[in-house]
């Protein structure tokens, strides 16, 4: 899983703080066939209703114009998308209490929605539908994300990008992971509480 790949020109766009939001977490919200997501941190993230938009039905959730972003993973998965997190450490209380809330991303054998926690995995990317990836700082929190109102969020810095190489590249590291190939020769798994290639 070592590599360093050639140099060649890639078109990329530089996003920091609340352009998380707008660019990857507005990305994420929209998608409509999968959504990977790699993060050492994983939150509960509010995001802002999008169904209030003018000229659509409101139906607000209710926390007022914002809603979990469970909520939204769960009106994708039961519309097909496939949504995968890799992420490094136990959820947050406030997400794991969120997550109970929504029968259809914990239903026994359903496979649209997966979680899997490997404490190696420190990079942080959002794969988009196999058509946009983000790679940078930020971990899929509030505040790493933009979420956060200004003076509360992180100072993060990522890239965007639509290149069809580098989505291949990250998908295939992102996949690598996740079905477990480095786990077999891992010198943390004896704390690993549970080995994803078990």
């Not at 209030?52 to 809603?67: K, L, V």
């Not at 190939?181 to 010198?187: D, P, S, T």
Request: some cysteine; hydrophobic content about 40%; glycine content about 10%.
């Amino acid at each position: 899983m070592d590599f360093v790949r050639q140099h060649r020109p890639v078109t990329l766009a530089l996003i920091a703080g609340r352009g998380h939001y707008e660019t990857v977490v507005k990305a994420a919200m929209n998608a409509e066939r999968s959504l990977w997501i790699a993060t050492a941190n994983l939150k509960e993230l509010m995001v802002e209703d999008e169904r209030a938009r003018p000229g659509r039905r409101r139906a607000i959730g209710r926390q007022g114009t914002y809603r979990s972003v469970l909520e939204v993973f769960e009106e994708q998965v039961t519309r097909g998308v496939e949504i995968r997190i890799l992420h490094a450490s136990e959820p947050s209380r406030p997400f794991r209490e969120e997550l109970r809330r929504h029968p259809v991303l914990r239903r026994p054998g359903q496979s649209a929605f997966v979680m899997r926690l490997c404490p190696r995995v420190h990079f942080k990317a959002v794969i988009i539908d196999g058509t946009m990836v983000y790679l940078g700082s930020a971990n899929w929190t509030g505040a790493g994300l933009g979420a956060k109102g200004e003076g509360r969020r992180n100072f993060e810095m990522g890239l965007c990008s639509r290149d069809d190489l580098l989505l291949d590249e990250v998908q295939g590291y992102f996949d690598t992971i996740w079905r477990g190939a480095g786990c077999a020769g891992c010198k943390v798994r004896a704390v690993c509480p549970r080995p994803l290639d078990s």
